[in-house]
Antibody, heavy 122, light 107 residues
């Protein structure tokens, strides 16, 4: 069974850099045609796709985050990471990592990690 | 960006009701539309992908369909555990986008 687990600091001050890691078990981040994805959800609000990475290092980003977000992958540790620079209170959210699976001509995002709350406050 | 617009934004229903939630895509997304259920404090749970394919382990009372640009999630007989928020998600073109969600609560 594939499991994803986010880790990282839960409290940041404005202008700092958010760094989160997603540890994957039960699957290899170096396998097949899967992408590894970051999604966030501000408290009480909807879901926002941030970006994703392939095991080759090829990444795609939401233009809303492109200048601030970087997704990286470490196949030796079976992990992938998100950094988001110059955070503000608007970046306060639950951050989820997830697998974006491609197979048989279709695709879907599943499973998801449990999510980690990141609060930006002075 | 492709915008996903749900209808309704919320609804009240009773156990046993047939519930229908729709998401309209602002552009072509082929069949790459998924539905998720989310309960407070939990990660979203995948219900349906590729418009109408039921994820393994999801009860058969959930189904998905499409008519033109309108993608529909139907719960044939609402159960107590189905009171939650439902999101649609297009995975056709980057940036992938979610609908704002439809909250289903108790009438």
């Amino acid at each position: 069974q594939v499991r994803l687990q986010e880790s990282g600091p839960g409290l940041l001050r404005p202008s700092e850099t958010l760094s989160l890691t997603c540890s994957v078990s039960g699957d290899s981040v170096n396998s097949g045609s899967d992408y590894w994805t970051w999604i966030r959800q501000p408290p009480g609000e909807g879901l926002e796709w941030i970006g994703r990475i392939y095991h080759s290092g090829s990444a795609h980003y939401n233009p809303s985050f492109r200048t601030r977000a970087t997704v990286s992958i470490d196949v030796s540790k079976n992990q992938f990471s998100l950094t988001l620079s110059s955070v503000t209170a608007a970046d306060t959210a639950i951050y989820y990592c997830a697998r974006h699976q491609y197979t048989y001509g279709t695709n879907w995002v599943d499973p998801w990690g449990q999510g980690t709350l990141v609060t930006v406050s002075s | 960006d492709i915008q996903m617009t749900p209808s309704p934004s919320s609804l009240s229903a009773s156990v046993g009701d047939r519930v229908t939630i729709t998401c309209r895509a602002s552009g072509s997304i082929s069949s790459f539309l998924s539905w998720y259920q989310q309960k407070p404090g939990k990660a979203p749970r995948l219900l349906i992908y590729d418009t109408s394919t039921l994820q393994s382990g999801v009860p058969s009372r959930f189904s998905g369909s499409v008519s033109g640009a309108d993608f529909t999630l139907t719960i044939s007989s609402l159960q107590p555990e189905d009171f939650a928020t439902y999101f649609c998600h297009q995975t056709y073109s980057v940036p992938f986008t979610f609908g704002p969600g439809t909250r289903v609560d108790v009438k």
